[in-house]
T-cell receptor, first 109, second 115 residues
Framework: AQRVTQPEKLLSVFKGAPVELKCNYS??????LFWYVQYSRQRLQLLLR??SRESIKGFTADLNKGETSFHLKKPFAQEEDSAMYYC???????????FGAGTRLAVHP | DAGVIQSPRHEVTEMGQEVTLRCKPI?????LFWYRQTMMRGLELLIY????????DSGMPEDRFSAKMPNASFSTLKIQPSEPRDSAVYFC?????????????FGPGTRLTVT
């Protein structure tokens, strides 16, 4: 079964601390993974896609096929990073995405 | 492009009333998705279309929910009759089937409150 698991509902850190939002997936084919971010009362927007291997707003994510993980990391959290983060897996045709339950990141001053 | 457009942004209605949510996808995109977001259940895919044809509506919770896409630039999600448990934020997203383009672009959402 195709599934995305984000084990933490809430991650609370202080400004300047490292952040790691966990994402594990289950997929039989070659996965294509994304991180979406939703700031308070705003639309979801794409943060990262694994095929781009880029760093956006200081965030990076590496696909680990052995551990079936795609964790999102940032070395020094900022207050403006506080948001809801969703990990998503592209599933089959039509660009359908399977989303995880989301992790709320709260960065405290 | 203005991105995905949804209307209304907020809707408050009484139980039993019909509610129609509207979505205009990004021009040129040929896949359209409707999602529901709640605190309890997170982000749920309700239905998606490709080239205006419904592909999978298995996420539609009940027969009270229906969706249409009469043309490439417009889709509706209708709830009739509405119930308080339908209160949620409903998102529309669109995507292009072009090579390597798997990203979905989301609209601002419609916040529905059924009293």
């Amino acid at each position: 079964a195709q599934r995305v698991t984000q084990p933490e509902k809430l991650l609370s850190v202080f400004k300047g601390a490292p952040v790691e939002l966990k994402c594990n997936y289950s997929y039989s084919g070659s996965p294509e993974l994304f991180w979406y971010v939703q700031y308070s009362r705003q639309r979801l927007q794409l943060l990262l896609r694994h095929i781009s291997r880029e760093s956006i707003k200081g965030f990076t994510a590496d696909l680990n096929k052995g551990e079936t993980s795609f964790h999102l990391k940032k070395p020094f959290a900022q207050e403006e990073d506080s948001a809801m983060y969703y990990c998503a897996l592209s599933s089959g045709g039509y660009n359908k995405l399977i989303f995880g339950a989301g992790t709320r990141l709260a960065v405290h001053p | 492009d203005a991105g995905v457009i949804q209307s209304p942004r907020h809707e408050v209605t009484e139980m039993g009333q019909e509610v129609t949510l509207r979505c205009k996808p990004i021009s040129g995109h040929n896949s359209l998705f409707w999602y529901r977001q709640t605190m309890m259940r997170g982000l749920e895919l309700l239905i998606y279309f490709n080239n205006n044809v419904p592909i999978d509506d298995s996420g539609m919770p009940e027969d009270r929910f229906s969706a249409k896409m009469p043309n490439a630039s417009f889709s509706t999600l209708k709830i009739q009759p509405s119930e308080p448990r339908d209160s949620a934020v409903y998102f529309c997203a669109s995507s292009s089937m072009g090579q390597g383009a798997r990203e979905q672009y989301f609209g601002p959402g419609t916040r529905l409150t059924v009293t």
